[in-house]
């Protein structure tokens, strides 16, 4: 049986390049291609595949936040090769118990070699059962940041999580809103809302609406709102009123005890 086979990377010369040369070794059939990290995890719970060639250094989510997420989902977990173009990464890979390894550009033979080790890793039910614990500890030991960088009036600043008020999307650019009345307003680097809030404290922030994430402790007045449905009226200068979706209805029950 050929191995199903997903490419991660966010290069698109990168992915054609690793397809072509999977395709030429045989046996592997190629199911998906994602281009960041969130696309990774989505694209393994739908086709469920042997094996991933997944890259290290993506925005947002990067190789390694795509195996811990994947571990918090409780998605079964393929195996994986892990490709880059910097080499620093390597110990890191295989102490998260990677298939392999990958620099890039890439060479046939260790292509065939990493498709290989798989097939046998496959084959003899490989463990992967240190995988939780391995990635765990990893992210442990990363430096912790609670500070989120805005782009406003021309410059960079550096925002503490726990100032942050808001934060909305619209056409594609994410607005932060610190509180206060000497708050300010800027703009996130991330591309999406989920991207964002990876990078925040999930005891702080909460997906109130596809459209907008809230820090819960700046949350200054629940507004009751039409069809049993709420409105959130936030701690910022304008006193900005933020929509609940139905679907998050229950949890602001569960917050606050509705």
């Given amino acids: 049986m050929p191995l199903s086979t997903l490419i991660v990377d966010d290069e698109q010369l990168a992915r054609d390049e690793l397809a072509y040369l999977l395709k030429n070794i045989g046996d592997v059939e190629v199911v998906a291609q994602g281009k960041n990290g969130l696309e990774a995890v989505t694209l393994i719970r739908e086709h469920n595949p042997d094996l991933v060639f997944l890259d290290v250094q993506m925005p947002g989510l990067d190789g390694f936040g795509v195996i811990k997420k994947l571990l918090d989902?409780?998605?079964?977990?393929?195996?994986?090769?892990?490709?880059?173009?910097?080499?620093?990464?390597?110990?890191?890979?295989?102490?998260?118990?990677?298939?392999?390894?990958?620099?890039?550009?890439?060479?046939?033979k260790r292509v065939a070699q990493s498709v290989e080790r798989a097939r046998s890793m496959a084959e003899a039910n490989g463990p992967s059962d240190k995988l939780d614990a391995l990635v765990r500890m990893l992210e442990s030991q990363k430096p912790q940041t609670s500070k989120i960088l805005l782009k406003a009036v021309g410059r960079l600043f550096l925002v503490n999580q726990k100032d942050i008020c808001f934060a909305s999307i619209e056409d594609g650019i994410i607005t932060v809103v610190t509180s206060g009345i000497?708050?300010?307003?800027?703009?996130?680097?991330?591309?999406?809302?989920?991207?964002?809030?990876?990078?925040?404290?999930?005891?702080?922030?909460?997906?109130?609406?596809?459209?907008?994430?809230?820090?819960?402790?700046?949350?200054?007045?629940v507004v009751p709102w039409f069809k049993s449905s709420y409105q959130l009226r936030m701690d910022d200068k304008k006193q900005t009123e933020i929509p609940v979706s139905r679907a998050q209805t229950k949890r602001l029950r569960e917050l606050f005890g509705l």
């Fill in 182 to 221: 000497n708050g300010m307003e800027g703009q996130s680097n991330c591309r999406t809302l989920e991207e964002l809030l990876d990078s925040l404290d999930p005891n702080l922030f909460w997906r109130a609406h596809r459209s907008h994430l809230v820090n819960i402790n700046r949350i200054k007045e």
């Fill in 73 to 108: 989902k409780k998605i079964a977990l393929p195996k994986i090769v892990f490709s880059t173009a910097f080499d620093q990464y390597a110990v890191r890979a295989f102490e998260v118990n990677a298939v392999d390894y990958l620099l890039k550009p890439f060479d046939r």
